[in-house]
C-alpha cells in the first residue's frame, strides 16, 4: 500500500498508467515485460505511471509533443 503523497495526484497518475499501459503500444509492451520479470499487476501498473511521468516531464522541458517524445 502507499499511503504517502498527495492522494489526489497519485490516484490520477495510476489511472493514467493503467491507460497508457492498455492504449500505448511502448507502455503496453513495457508493463508486459515487467509482468513476465515477476511483477505484480499493480506493481508493474504503477512502474509505467512513473515512466509517463518522465516522459511528460521531458515533453515540457524539450517542447515535444508526444509523437515525438514517445518511448
Not at 19 to 32: K, V, W, Y
Not at 37 to 57: D, E, F, M, S, Y
Amino acid at each position: 500500500r502507499i499511503a504517502g503523497g498527495r492522494p489526489v495526484i497519485r490516484s490520477l497518475l495510476y489511472l493514467a498508467g493503467l491507460q497508457a499501459s492498455r492504449r500505448d503500444p511502448a507502455f503496453a509492451a513495457f508493463r508486459a515485460r515487467l509482468e513476465a520479470a515477476g511483477k505484480r499487476p499493480k506493481q508493474a501498473i504503477i512502474a509505467v505511471a512513473r515512466k509517463l511521468l518522465t516522459v511528460l516531464n521531458a515533453m515540457l522541458r524539450d517542447a515535444k509533443d508526444y509523437a515525438t517524445a514517445n518511448p
